[in-house]
């Protein structure tokens, strides 16, 4: 039974650990472009397409109507 709730520590630990050193970010495009600048990425006008093959994934969309900006923020898969 100990070594179950060690091991069971252990693997919580080492997974938690994982998940926390994901890099992440936001990205922004203006003027109703599709071409987004990201904090985390050294691009500039990337499409969502481009930003998954870098292996990120988009997490949430944040329109502004009022800007005609978008926000994504985006972390690695």
């Known amino acids: 039974m ?3 709730i060690l091991a069971s520590t252990l693997l919580l ?3 938690s650990a994982q998940a926390a050193t994901k890099k ?3 990205c922004w495009a203006g003027g109703g472009s599709d071409k987004f600048s990201c904090s985390c990425i050294d691009e500039q006008g990337l499409t969502i397409d481009q930003i998954y093959s870098k292996g990120f994934k ?3 969309i944040h329109p502004d ?3 005609a900006s978008t926000k994504i923020y985006i ?3």
């Open 13 to 15: 630990t080492v997974f």
């Open 75 to 77: 972390e690695q898969q």
């Open 24 to 26: 992440g970010g936001v």
């Open 65 to 67: 109507s009022t800007k």
């Open 58 to 60: 988009v997490v949430a």
């Open 2 to 4: 100990k070594k179950l």
